[in-house]
Antibody
């Protein structure tokens, strides 16, 4: 399985960050969960949230009011939407697969998103 | 949130050395502890889950141990490709949390 993030590398403050993760070489059905993690020098690795094809999702409470993770099984991709961004949301964003919610075994290469006017 | 604390934050070692990294959780994890390796400019690479189970393809010089709140990652004989930053992660509860990382540098 391979994952690849895509989306704008620059977002304006107060805007919405939208990223997509394309999944190739495997199905998004089954027991796997699909996850977003971000990394910044200030906060290190930060788990954003996860979603399952059943419609269940879990989010980091620190971001819950601003984040949505959605799956498009027909396109074999999932997405991240983060609203009302500030400079603190500047980070490298990774998508990852989480088999049975135990570990993150496959990661995308990551994409840098900068929040700046 | 469960706080994950790694020590040391960095270490210098030579090829062939035995290296030990510690991860302590703020509450018991019932074994839901993972280890990852990250090299500059790359995504983390999954090494160990369940505190001690090696992912397929990970060299046997890597091992994990521990239970409850205290866990250890050991590299029995450091190789040139092992110089990297290592992170622990708990998947016992939401939100998943990571340690701050341990950078293994060349002495």
């Amino acid at each position: 399985v391979q994952l690849q993030e895509s989306g704008p590398g620059l977002v304006k403050p107060s805007g919405t960050l939208s990223l997509t993760c394309a999944v190739s070489g495997g199905s998004m059905n089954g027991s796997h969960w699909w996850t977003w993690v971000r990394q910044s020098p200030h906060k290190g690795l930060e788990w954003i949230g996860e979603a399952h094809h059943s419609g269940t999702s879990n989010y980091n409470p620190s971001l819950r009011s601003r984040v949505t993770i959605s799956l498009d099984i027909s396109k074999n991709e999932f997405s991240l939407r983060l609203t009302s961004v500030t400079a603190a949301d500047t980070a490298v964003y990774f998508c990852a697969r989480e088999p049975s919610r135990i570990y993150l075994d496959c990661w995308g290469p990551g994409t840098l998103v900068t929040v700046s006017s | 949130d469960i706080q994950m604390t790694q020590s040391p934050s960095s270490l210098s070692a030579s090829v062939g050395d035995r290296v030990t990294i510690t991860c302590r959780a703020s509450q018991s994890l019932s074994g839901y502890l993972n280890w990852y390796q990250q090299k500059p400019g790359e995504a983390p690479k999954f090494l160990i889950y369940g505190a001690s189970i090696l992912q397929s393809g990970v060299p046997s010089r890597f091992s994990g141990s521990g239970s409850g709140t205290d866990f250890t990652l050991t590299i029995s004989s450091l190789q040139p490709e092992d110089f990297a930053t290592y992170y622990c992660q708990q998947t016992y509860s939401v939100p998943r949390t990571f340690g701050q990382g341990t950078k293994v540098e060349i002495k």
